[in-house]
């Protein structure tokens, strides 16, 4: 497991969401109400890729077929045993990394 930098911390403020090169994988971070959550850019339904859906209330909306995953957790509303893959994310100097 490596840790990686992902974005300045200024860069996903409250609201946002990245994308981001991790190594071998894409990941998106969001940032709800100052908690960040980092996940696998990638939707276990069909493999779409997360970061280019939106960010609303709290939710990951997959931009092909709608289904919404609280950021907080990952979990998709109708089924929380279906997940987005989650990596730990830390901040440190203003910046944030994964451990992917
Ligand atoms: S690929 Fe994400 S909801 Fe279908």
């Not at 090169?21 to 696998?40: I, M, P, R, S, Y």
């Amino acid at each position: 497991m490596a840790r990686i930098r992902i974005a300045a911390a200024a860069d996903v403020p409250p609201g946002a969401m990245v994308s981001a090169q991790a190594g071998e994988v894409q990941v998106v971070v969001c940032n709800e109400d100052g908690a960040l959550h980092a996940f696998k850019d990638e939707c276990p339904h069909r493999n779409a890729p997360i970061s280019q859906g939106n960010f609303v209330d709290g939710r990951l909306i997959c931009p092909w077929h709608a289904w919404e995953f609280r950021c907080a957790d990952g979990c998709y509303d109708y089924n929380p045993e279906i997940q987005l893959q989650r990596y730990a994310v830390t901040v440190e100097d203003g910046a944030i990394y994964i451990d992917a």
